[in-house]
């Protein structure tokens, strides 16, 4: 292995994603190259220090900012929704299915077209046990 | 999930919970206030808008720190879009240190990070700050694990080539 391979090691161990044998050639190496002892004292000095770090505070202004733009989002989306008319309104039928129900509507309309003609109508006759139950009003449509 | 129904309440509990980790990534990545800032608001203002798209929550915190992310690099990259990118180097053009005036190890580390490239300082921010997996980085940043090791390596060799002269045996 070379230098920079160890050294690229000396990465992966302060990662914690090296095995054992891997970590073994490592600190072997490391007892003969104090180049490398080094930089690997100095990376963990870098983690220890930035673990350390307190993380900035977000100035109030920054917080009245997000929340108002926020709030002024939820309340565009809101219009739009009440003002949305009906019919701009998606509705969700899969394709094949929406296919289907417009070829059966066609295959229906030809096979019952005949029913609809007038002389088909006159040769429907409604059972009187129905008709009794059919509104006076109404009785005289049939 | 309330956020996703537009609850204030559901936001304003992950706002509070995510905007220090949000802004402090940002201010370390930008060194600048303004910028940090501003692509704090924009960060928390996409995620209200899109957490719809979000499939697995689990991935939440790292969705979050990718928006981040990329709006901050949209901004890092409208300001150089004159200047050229140098793959290579892991030192930004500007060195506005002098390490010789610090007698604080601490602010010279802080300092060094700070002039590391945004490629390179990214990965150690969310590395050693944030304590994302490999996985996560790469995840956030776009880039594949061996480019976030990579990138990792190079970053901390760099960085320790610089300090060197204050961790003398």
């Known amino acids: 292995m070379t230098h920079t391979d160890h050294q690229q090691r000396i990465s992966l161990y302060i990662d914690n994603v090296l095995n054992d044998r891997e970590s073994s050639e490592l600190f072997a190496h490391l007892a003969g190259c104090s180049e490398c002892r080094t930089s690997m004292r100095i990376s ?17 202004t920054l917080d009245r900012r997000v929340l108002a733009s926020v709030a002024h989002a939820n309340a565009t989306l809101e219009r739009q929704t009440w003002y949305s008319p009906i019919w701009f309104t ?4 899969p394709l094949p299915a929406a296919a289907s129900i417009v070829f059966l509507l066609i295959v229906g309309s030809l096979l019952f077209y005949p029913l609809l003609t007038p ?5 429907v006759k409604v ?12 009785q005289k449509a049939f | 999930m309330d956020l996703r ?7 304003e509990e992950l706002y509070h919970r995510y905007k220090r980790h949000i802004f402090t990534f940002c201010l370390k990545l930008t060194g600048d206030r303004s910028l940090a800032e501003d692509a704090t608001h924009d960060t928390f203002l996409k995620m209200h808008l899109n957490i719809g798209t ?12 990718s928006i981040a992310r990329n709006g901050v690099f949209r901004q890092l990259h409208r300001q150089q879009r004159n200047g050229s990118l140098d793959e ?33 300082k990214e990965v150690l921010l969310l590395r050693e700050y944030e ?19 990579s990138r990792l390596f190079k970053a901390r060799k760099a960085l320790a080539e610089k300090l060197k002269p204050y961790f003398k045996d």
């Open chain 1, 44 to 60: 963990m000095h870098v983690r220890t220090q930035i673990a350390n770090e307190e993380l900035s505070d977000v100035p109030q």
């Open chain 1, 90 to 93: 998606r509705i969700s039928i």
């Open chain 1, 119 to 123: 002389e088909q109508q006159q040769q």
């Open chain 1, 127 to 138: 059972p009187a046990e129905l008709m009794s139950k059919v509104p006076s009003a109404l």
């Open chain 2, 5 to 11: 129904n537009g609850s204030m309440d559901a936001f």
């Open chain 2, 54 to 65: 979000l499939n697995d929550l689990s991935l939440f915190r790292s969705w979050l720190f």
């Open chain 2, 88 to 120: 290579e180097s892991v030192w930004s053009e500007e060195t506005p240190l002098t390490l010789t005036e610090h007698n604080d190890v601490a602010t010279i580390i802080s300092a060094c990070i700070n002039t590391l490239k945004p490629e390179y």
């Open chain 2, 131 to 149: 304590q994302h997996s490999y996985d996560e980085i790469a995840l956030i940043t776009g880039n594949s694990e061996s480019s976030v090791k």
